[in-house]
């Protein structure tokens, strides 16, 4: 989770969202595991989580912040078959 309470508050109306949509294996902040939930490296993607047999991986970063782009690289690096989404987060 973030110090940001507005990019908090975000993530958890995402993780709703997513649940409406009976995604598997939801994870918040955790270290990045792939569709076979094996541990692929010990970044932590913001959200990550199963959708239709993909694996998913999501960064939530503030408009100041380009970290994103750089923890997207580290997420395909890890888990090439992965599919990154960046948000950017008032």
Do not use: C, M
Request: charged share 25%; aromatic share 12%; proline share 3%.
């Amino acid at each position: 989770a973030s110090q940001n309470p507005v990019q908090n508050e975000f993530v958890q109306r995402r993780i709703r969202l997513l649940k409406g949509l009976n995604v598997e294996d939801i994870r918040l902040n955790q270290q990045q595991v792939d569709i076979n939930r094996t541990r692929v490296g010990i970044n932590r993607p913001d959200l990550q989580y199963t959708l239709n047999g993909h694996r998913y991986y999501e960064e939530f970063d503030t408009l100041s912040s380009w970290r994103g782009f750089e923890h997207q690289a580290r997420i395909y690096a890890n888990d090439p078959s992965g599919n990154v989404t960046l948000f950017w987060v008032g």
